[in-house]
């Protein structure tokens, strides 16, 4: 029998109305995954998208440390380049405080020991190989004391230093009694007689510079206080002493005060030392010590343990006459008289002062005043001879540049550079969403990796730090972030201190002040959309591997393109890769990437993989 045309109608409206409910559950499902509709924005390039999130990217990532070379993941894909391991002798390499190339600079005012980064054609692009035996790091408090001798194999400072309690060689680590040249009998003792000065205990000190840190002792232990002290030291005749310190989970940069400015903000540290760092104050009109006024916070604290006080015990064991010792003396106290300072407290090796609040408590005014320059603009500026100016205030009592909350309140009150409207395109109100979202940001991670905010990434870094939310987002005694902000980003660093965070300014076309291996974690918020016109990924992702541990992480979170520039390249880096989308769902052009560097060592035999 013929069947009508009736069923045959019936039929095709049958396969119409599956067709249209798959497709409505498809839609509804997706609509569902991108966060309650927030991921409506269709108009996008859902082809890029679709090309990223391909189903290729390695579904699981292993966060935790092994401490062996466990194998590579071999990509489906292919591997664009891949990179081959530079030799052994570059295990510990400064891209831009290598020795060779400093020597050929002048000595004059530390000129040498400053940044002299290779030009183009010298750079390294290959993988830094970690030494042979490198072991992930003790966990935070235990690694403040002990540094496995495999990481950082030097033992000089042992014998240089070995009657001043620096550092001990036991067995296979290094212990770190918390000594110093100024405080043999520990840093707890020397920060406690600071203390009955300095109010270091409430919360009023939060951010601090230690100039010639050594192996940052002093630092290590002012964190137990809830002090974040930027330590810096220069590359030179003391091996590894920073590098010691980033490996005891201590904030430390490989630094110099010199012929340019120190890279941070105006008005960012509360208080400032040098314990024997045989910085020469008096020098050079005070030129140095005009510099530590800049980054001294109105009201903050200066101490000096060390030549010349004290000078009446040790004027021969330092070989210098009465009158050399009384004339250096006088001049450091006549210029922190004129920088606005005054003297709190001299006791034996320590001197401390503190800066007034503002100009109209300034017995004189000084007559060299940097009037023209802004004083935050100090990326590979030329020290001048002339003193910073207060900001102006309307009364006497008021705190120039704006009085700050005690930590840990400092840490999400409006900072007084967004209240006084001088941050461009930011306000009360921004500046609060901005924490709103990295808490969310933050949040999200956690779910990838459990271990975030944990002691496994003590050492963290923001290459692109803007307001500080990441960092605040993560803030806990376990772990510490340098914030970093790049010379072409807009000025935000002053406001990360005023956060009681610490930072500085770099310039990601050229190496990071710090040695290899330094940093657990690695967080990279719209880096690389910043300097897709500025220089090569291949530099910038090279620069990462090189101060990343074996087994850390990194998280870019980036726009579709440089996302997919970033993934070509780390495939041949031996980093296993995974692939997410916005918390808020497949629908937001920003991805989130997430890398582990796999852990291998000089001499393995072993090829450069990846996983997609």
């Not at 072991?135 to 001798?149: A, E, G, I």
């Not at 001043?164 to 009998?185: I, L, S």
């Not at 005014?365 to 603009?377: A, I």
Request: with cysteine.
């Amino acid at each position: 029998m013929t069947p009508k045309h009736g069923g045959r109608s019936r039929g095709s409206m049958s396969i119409f109305i599956v067709l249209g409910l798959c497709c409505f559950c498809y839609l509804l499902g997706t609509w569902q995954r991108s966060g309650f509709g927030k991921g409506d924005s269709i108009a996008m390039k859902m082809s890029k998208v679709a090309d990223l999130t391909d189903c290729g990217v390695k579904s699981d990532l292993d966060f935790e440390p092994h401490h062996k070379f466990v194998g590579t993941f071999e990509s489906s894909e292919v591997i664009v380049k891949k990179y081959e391991v530079c030799d052994e002798k570059y295990s510990d390499y400064t891209p831009c405080q290598e020795q060779d190339r400093a020597m050929k600079f002048p000595r004059e005012n530390m000129i040498y020991r400053e940044r002299h980064c290779p030009p183009d054609e010298e750079k390294l692009r290959c993988l830094i190989p970690a030494p042979v035996g490198y072991t992930t790091p003790f966990p935070w408090p235990k690694s403040r004391d002990y540094v496995y001798y495999a990481n950082v194999p030097y033992k000089h400072l042992t014998v240089e230093k070995a009657g001043q309690h620096w550092v001990d060689f036991q067995g296979n680590v290094f212990k770190f009694p918390g000594g110093g040249t100024m405080f043999p009998q520990g840093a707890d003792a020397y920060i406690d007689e600071l203390a009955s000065v300095i109010p270091i205990a409430d919360g009023t000190v939060r951010t601090a510079l230690d100039t010639g840190c050594g192996v940052a002792s002093w630092g290590a232990y002012m964190l137990k206080r809830n002090v974040l002290a930027m330590s810096f030291a220069p590359r030179d005749n003391h091996e590894a002493q920073v590098q010691f310190a980033l490996e005891r989970g201590v904030p430390a940069v490989i630094g110099v005060l010199g012929s340019i400015y120190l890279p941070y903000p105006a008005r960012a540290f509360d208080m400032a030392q040098c314990s024997r760092c045989l910085i020469p104050w008096g020098n050079d009109d005070g030129k140095s010590l005009m510099e530590v006024d800049r980054v001294l916070r109105p009201g903050g604290y200066w101490v000096l343990s060390g030549p010349p006080y004290n000078w009446k015990t040790y004027h021969k064991v330092w070989k210098r006459t009465i009158e050399d010792c009384k004339a250096e003396q006088k001049r450091i106290e006549d210029l922190a008289e004129s920088l606005c300072w005054e003297k709190k407290y001299e006791k034996g090796d320590i001197a401390i002062f503190r800066k007034k609040i503002n100009a109209e408590s300034c017995k004189q005014k000084p007559q060299n005043v940097c009037e023209s320059r802004n004083p935050d603009d100090v990326w590979y500026k030329k020290m001048e001879t002339c003193v910073t100016p207060f900001p102006e205030v309307s009364s006497s009592s008021e705190v120039a540049g704006g009085k700050l909350e005690k930590f840990p309140a400092r840490l999400f009150a409006t900072p007084p550079r967004i209240a006084k409207g001088l941050v461009p395109r930011v306000t009360e109100e921004s500046y609060q969403e901005d924490n709103a979202k990295w808490k969310k940001h933050v949040k999200a991670y956690k779910n990838h990796n459990r271990l975030i905010g944990t002691t496994r990434y003590r050492n963290i870094m923001d290459m692109n730090a803007d307001l500080g939310g990441f960092a605040a987002a993560l803030d806990s005694p376990k772990v510490w972030v340098m914030n970093v902000v790049p010379n072409i980003a807009e000025n935000t660093l002053g406001v990360v201190y005023e956060r009681g965070l610490i930072g500085i300014y770099h310039d990601w076309c050229e190496g990071f002040s710090t040695y290899p291996r330094t940093y657990d974690l690695i967080h990279a918020n719209g880096l690389f959309s910043m300097y897709q016109d500025k220089c090569d990924y291949e530099d910038i992702l090279l620069e990462m591997d090189r101060i990343l541990r074996p087994e850390g992480v990194v998280i870019f979170r980036d726009a579709v393109d440089p996302l997919n520039k970033v993934k070509q390249i780390a495939r041949g880096m031996r980093w296993d890769l995974k692939l997410i989308d916005h918390e808020d769902g497949p629908f937001v052009p920003e991805k989130i990437l997430f890398a582990v560097k796999q852990y291998w060592t000089a001499g393995e035999k072993n090829s450069t993989s990846s996983s997609q």
